[in-house]
């Protein structure tokens, strides 16, 4: 491994001047999987922005050249349908269960949307074993 190292890193004198230029490693110099050194390359680092910056901003969210990134604004600013966008939704067997008149407009049009993708599943697998 050592030897690799000096083969990518040559000393060319050039007007009595010592001048390093990194080239790259010959092809059976490729590092091995496993190998030491590898995991601190990949470790997380640690943050360099204060606890105070972390909850006032929504950090890595600008996506302007020039921007920054946006405050974190109170929750009455917000549109009241963002707050249910992670609400659990029922399952298509939850859904069969259920009796079709009493299910609400959404909870229908999820059961059909389910239905029909459950059905196009089933003649696709039905196809590819013919």
Same mark, same amino acid.
């Given at each position: 491994m050592a030897m690799?190292? =000096?083969?990518?890193l040559r000393s060319v004198v050039i007007s009595k001047e010592v001048v390093r230029v990194r080239t790259f490693a010959a092809a059976g110099g490729k590092a091995k @999987?496993?190998?030491?050194?590898? *995991?601190?390359?990949? *470790?997380p680092k640690a943050s360099s922005l204060? #606890? +105070?910056?972390?909850?006032?901003?929504?950090v890595g969210a600008n =996506?302007? @050249?020039?921007?920054?990134?946006p405050k974190v604004m109170a929750d009455s600013d917000y549109?009241?349908?963002?707050?249910?966008?992670l609400d659990k939704r029922p399952a298509l067997s939850e859904l069969r269960?259920? +009796? #079709?008149?009493?299910?609400?407009?959404e909870d229908l049009k999820r059961y059909f949307?389910?239905?029909?993708? *459950?059905? $196009?599943?089933?003649?696709?697998? $039905? #196809? *590819? @074993?013919?």
């Open positions: 690799n190292h =000096i083969r990518s @999987k496993g190998s030491k050194g590898g *995991a601190s390359a990949d *470790a204060s #606890k +105070e910056v972390k909850s006032s901003t929504t =996506i302007l @050249k020039d921007g920054t990134d549109p009241d349908w963002l707050w249910h966008l269960r259920k +009796e #079709k008149e009493s299910l609400p407009y949307k389910l239905e029909t993708r *459950a059905g $196009i599943k089933e003649n696709n697998s $039905i #196809k *590819a @074993k013919n």
